[in-house]
């Protein structure tokens, strides 16, 4: 994995294999605190559930990490804070947003991964952090940045890891 890094609240890296998306995702759980929101952004198979799964595990979740695909929204309980990972690709009717109460999941005692977060449109509140996952020839290559100063400082710390 390569890095390039510094305190401007950006970090680029390789990914080779899926393992190296899962052990991405494990370095982002050590830096997240709850009330952040993170987008995940990339085309199909560029390997945002790969990474959120990485993720999750690393926090200590030992279910199935799935990808929240046909149910919009999954709930990972631990004990001093919940993650909901949703998955907007199917997300047709922004009305849908509203009356599941999703906004009510973004708050500070939560912490927030989105992938597709372009079709939720301006219903979502604006991320702290957002990981870009873009397909190479061989394997992927990860620009993750910081929007806000504590997601910034998650980056910055992400890039020291």
């Not at 979740?61 to 998955?87: A, C």
């Not at 979502?124 to 990981?131: E, F, M």
Request: net charge negative; with cysteine; glycine share 10%.
């Amino acid at each position: 994995m390569s890095h390039a890094g510094n305190d401007s609240g950006e970090f680029t890296t390789t990914l080779p294999d899926e393992a190296a998306t899962q052990a991405l995702g494990a370095r982002l759980a050590r830096v997240l605190v709850p009330g952040l929101s993170v987008w995940l952004c990339g085309d199909l198979g560029a390997g945002k559930t790969t990474l959120s799964r990485g993720l999750v595990r690393e926090l200590g979740y030992g279910g199935r990490v799935k990808s929240p695909t046909y149910t919009l929204v999954e709930l990972y309980p631990f004990s001093s804070f919940n993650l909901y990972h949703f998955d907007l690709y199917r997300f047709v009717d922004q009305d849908e947003w509203a009356e599941a109460g999703f906004r009510e999941y973004f708050n500070d005692t939560s912490l927030c991964l989105v992938e597709w977060p372009e079709k939720g449109g301006a219903l979502l509140p604006r991320p702290d952090i957002q990981v870009r996952l873009d397909i190479l020839d061989t394997g992927r290559i990860a620009h993750v940045q910081g929007l806000t100063e504590a997601g910034k400082q998650c980056v910055t710390r992400l890039s020291i890891l």
